[in-house]
């Protein structure tokens, strides 16, 4: 069926929406599903946790520069 468990592939942007989303994806996994979250090694506010899988890439910025430009 249709919202039978499966897999799930999350490709967030940093910022408010993500702390939202992270307990979307925690009840996503109590429910079966197995979740990869794909970010960039620079990430501020992405974490890893017990509900996902979380995966980096290489960016051309770094994690302090990100910073100072959120600031």
Known sequence: ???SAGK???I???GSHWLSMTEVLAEL???GHEIVVLAPDSK???HSSDAYD???YPV???KEE???LMR
Request: proline content about 12%; aromatic content about 0%; overall charge positive.
């Open 12 to 14: 967030p942007m940093e």
């Open 44 to 46: 501020i506010h992405i």
């Open 29 to 31: 996994s109590k429910r």
């Open 8 to 10: 799930l592939l999350v």
């Open 60 to 62: 051309p910025i770094r």
């Open 1 to 3: 069926s249709p919202a």
């Open 54 to 56: 979380l995966k980096t």
């Open 66 to 68: 990100m910073e100072e």
